[in-house]
């Protein structure tokens, strides 16, 4: 008479691994929407910096903005970590990492779309989602902070994704890390990144009016809400990413007037992460 209830003893521990092991899941996955949708890969660059971006540059080498400008990127050299208890205005890149174990204070916006940021992010950008909708346009948030492992799984998913296309490993993970943060060097740890579109467009789709129509309101006002976008058109060879108008940083208004009247948007070579730690060194 035993073996029977052995039997659904053992149908009852493997129910309850496989409970476990879809929660474990649902905790880790990225919280990126659509992560089986590539953003539009745009072709790499095949000489160092365009020249309409020198150009760009040039014509600020000469002013006293100078300091603020990225050198050319690269992904060779040792990274730094951070040492800062508070880290919302840490400079992250490839080079520049957060602890593991970083987790910033946060909470969970009502807004459209949801996820958990940093509370003075959550005011700010309901704000800037206010704006946007008395225009007519209506975001919705697609991801906002990612924990280290949570930045991990969604790297290696773009990067499974990548390889869907029978490129080879290091092929993929080069085409994803120009979109996708390692762990450690995402935005979203801070708790002060997201990326938005519009409701009810495709997450990264580039090619839907409504979501340029709301990027651009971004390109052109975020800044008086605290927000600028991290990763501006033109200048993937100074940051290592390309162009993302769908991912905004939150600075605060003030630092993120002073980058926007600066004309960082227009790709003049001022990139985020150098002004960032000018900024902190004065």
Known sequence: MEKPWKALELLISTIIVLILLTIAYLVIRPTTQNVSVLPTIEPLPTFGIPPEVRARIDTVADTSNAR????????????????????????????????????????????PGGGRMRPEVDVALTALFAAAQRQGLYPTVTSAYRSFSEQSFTFQAWVATEKRNQITEAQAIARAARYSARAGH????????????????????????????????????????????????????????QYEPW???????????????MGYITGNGICLANFLRVEQQQ
């Open 68 to 111: 603020y400008l990225c050198p050319e990127f690269t992904d060779v050299g040792p990274i730094q970590l951070a040492t800062c208890v508070d880290c919302i205005y840490y400079a992250v890149d490839k080079l520049h990492a957060l602890s593991p174990t970083y987790v910033p204070p946060l909470v969970t916006t009502k807004l």
């Open 186 to 241: 995402s935005e979203h740890q801070l708790g002060t990144a997201v990326d938005i579109n519009c409701s009810g467009c495709v997450a990264f789709d580039t090619n839907d009016p409504r979501n340029i129509a709301l990027w651009a309101f971004f390109e052109k006002n975020a800044q008086d809400y605290g927000f600028v976008v991290s990763y501006p058109r033109g200048i993937e060879a100074l940051t290592g990413y």
């Open 247 to 261: 991912h905004l940083r939150y600075i605060g208004a003030d630092m993120a007037k002073q980058l926007y009247n």
